[in-house]
């Protein structure tokens, strides 16, 4: 099944904007059984807080940027080509440190769980203060 860019569900957010290629809820943008897949964006200085996935691992593939990763309490930062795997109920966080946009896939697996797509955690210690 081909999608264009009129399929695809935007969804703009204080970081930048997601977009949708597949989706965990209702409307589907297609059938997908497995895998959730989400085009971001963030805007330079913007980020995604520390937050968790129950239920779903998760593949962030680096388009183009530069960000600060981290998965638990390790950072590190990635730009264009690299990978980051985040196994289900792991706390991490993305944030652009680099001049321009970041751009960057978001692959979830376990599309069919009823559990929240992200538990947002970055009120809480240590992630509160540990950035």
């Known amino acids: 099944m081909f999608i ?4 695809i569900l935007e969804d703009a957010v204080p970081m930048g904007l997601n977009e949708f290629f597949s989706h965990h809820a209702e409307p589907h943008t297609v059938p997908a059984k497995d895998v959730v897949l989400i085009r971001a964006t963030i805007e330079s ?3 995604h807080g520390f937050h968790y996935h129950d239920e779903r691992e998760e593949f ?3 388009l183009e940027g530069e960000v600060e ?3 638990g309490e390790e950072k590190k930062n990635l730009g264009a ?3 980051v795997f985040v196994p289900p109920g792991v706390v991490h966080a993305t944030y652009n440190v680099g001049a321009g946009e970041v751009r960057l896939l978001a692959i979830f697996g376990n599309l069919q769980s009823e559990a929240e797509l ?3 955690v ?3 210690e240590p992630w509160c203060s540990i950035r």
């Open 60 to 62: 962030l593939y680096i």
């Open 122 to 124: 970055s009120q809480q």
């Open 118 to 120: 992200a538990v947002d």
């Open 81 to 83: 080509g690299d990978v």
């Open 45 to 47: 200085g913007q980020g």
């Open 4 to 7: 264009t860019h009129d399929d």
């Open 69 to 71: 990763q981290w998965v």
